[in-house]
Nanobody, 120 residues
Framework: QVQLVESGGGLVQAGGSLRLSCTASGFSSYTMGWFRQAPGKEREFVAH????????YYADSVKGRFTISRDNAKNTVYLQMNNLKPEDTAVYYC???????????????WGQGTQVTVSS
């Protein structure tokens, strides 16, 4: 079971930026993703990145504002979040997938989450 540790959350004003980081053991074999969960809402997909880092995929709500990247030498995946909006407020979770099903990665390992709060 891969262990994931997120960092980088915090409080920021609307229009600001934050960068989240997630380190993982056995990192280079996993498709990595970010999800988020706002109070009273279900967890939702934000972005994922392929093992090599060559392929990325984003939710429409963050496309053009967020960038997922990875450094396999440092066992770390990042989520650069720009032009943040109050509706981006959520707990952000890092996730890892070893397998795919029906064209989507199967995320089975999760971090503990990091809070992102965007004030208006």
């Amino acid at each position: 079971q891969v262990q994931l540790v997120e960092s980088g959350g915090g409080l920021v004003q609307a229009g600001g930026s934050l960068r989240l980081s997630c380190t993982a053991s056995g990192f280079s074999s996993y498709t990595m993703g970010w999800f988020r969960q706002a109070p009273g809402k279900e967890r939702e997909f934000v972005a994922h990145i392929s093992v090599s880092g060559a392929v990325t995929y984003y939710a429409d709500s963050v496309k053009g504002r967020f960038t997922i990247s990875r450094d396999n030498a440092k066992n770390t995946v990042y989520l650069q979040m720009n032009n943040l909006k109050p509706e981006d407020t959520a707990v952000y979770y890092c996730a890892a997938a070893l397998s795919w099903r029906q064209g989507k990665p199967e995320f089975r390992s999760w971090g503990q989450g990091t809070q992102v709060t965007v004030s208006s």
